[in-house]
């Protein structure tokens, strides 16, 4: 298994980071196989979508509608309503897998990978890509 880290800078708000370059540029030349995406963090997820036509901050919209950052939540250290952050990852998984094929990630025409970042508490992240030949 090949495995190596990227640091992703999200801000201080909440955010939709497209990562698929960086995805890309893992996986090319390595042949058939699967890539593994993981966000090791407790806050953010990755989710693949349509960006650039308004998804992105739809699903930021859709989150905030579902999980409003108000303090209702039980988990209170960090900024206001950061509870909501903490469960965010069970409705966005912290990790994907995606075909990879002669070297390229296989995707669908629109499709991107996407960091989900609600959390502007932690404006810095990581994100692990793992490829498993077949």
Avoid at 76 to 93: E, L
Wanted: glycine letters at 10%; a negative charge.
């Amino acid at each position: 298994m090949r495995s190596e880290v990227i640091s992703v800078r999200t801000g201080a708000r909440a955010s939709v980071v497209d990562i698929t370059e960086e995805a890309a540029a893992f996986a090319s030349g390595l042949g058939d196989g699967l890539l593994h995406i993981f966000v090791p963090h407790a806050t953010a997820g990755l989710a693949i979508i349509e960006t650039g036509a308004g998804s992105d901050e739809d699903l930021l919209a859709s989150l905030s509608d579902l999980l409003p950052a108000d303090d209702r939540w039980r988990h209170r250290h960090g900024s206001p309503g950061h509870g909501r952050d903490h469960v965010i990852p069970a409705f966005i998984s912290p990790s994907v897998t995606v075909p990879v094929l002669g070297g390229h990630i296989a995707l669908g025409t629109w499709q991107a990978l996407c960091l989900v970042d609600p959390n502007g508490d932690n404006p810095n992240r990581q994100v692990r890509f793992s490829f498993i030949s077949d």
